[in-house]
């Protein structure tokens, strides 16, 4: 089992800035790939950011130049910088990683997500 605790949101005017945190937690998993979604209200969750084992990331068009994804792999961590908020980026913000786990006899690739935090722009 693999666990996602994010932490870093709250409340930020516009131009601010905000570090969203997402570390990983449990046994016997090796992480290939986090990203991080986020959901407005009432609408779906979309990508925001995607970093891969081997560090390659990719941002939505949406969030370039203003914010950047990046990780911590001896603490199985990945950030997202987010800077010159707008109150447009105001959502749940998720984090998500896929990993192998090898609790049993065979690797078994699975995906997980958090619990999601909230950030709020204000104008």
């Known amino acids: 089992q693999v666990q996602l605790v994010e932490s870093g949101g709250g409340l930020v005017q516009a131009g601010g800035s905000l570090r969203l945190s997402c570390a990983a937690s449990?046994?016997?998993?090796?992480?290939?790939?986090m990203a991080w979604y986020r959901q407005f209200p009432a609408k779906q969750r979309d990508l925001v950011a995607h970093?891969?084992?081997?560090?390659?990331?990719n941002l939505a068009d949406s969030v370039k130049g203003r914010f950047t994804i990046s990780r911590d792999n001896a603490n199985s961590t990945v950030y997202l910088q987010m800077n010159s908020l707008k109150p447009e980026d105001t959502a749940v913000y998720y984090c998500?990683?896929?990993?192998?786990?090898?609790?049993?006899?065979?690797?078994?690739?699975?995906?997980?997500w958090g619990q999601g935090t909230q950030v709020t722009v204000s104008s």
């Open positions: 998500s990683a896929w990993v192998t786990e090898r609790l049993g006899a065979i690797p078994i690739p699975k995906a997980y």
């Open positions: 449990g046994s016997r998993f090796s992480i290939n790939a």
């Open positions: 970093i891969t084992s081997d560090g390659n990331t």
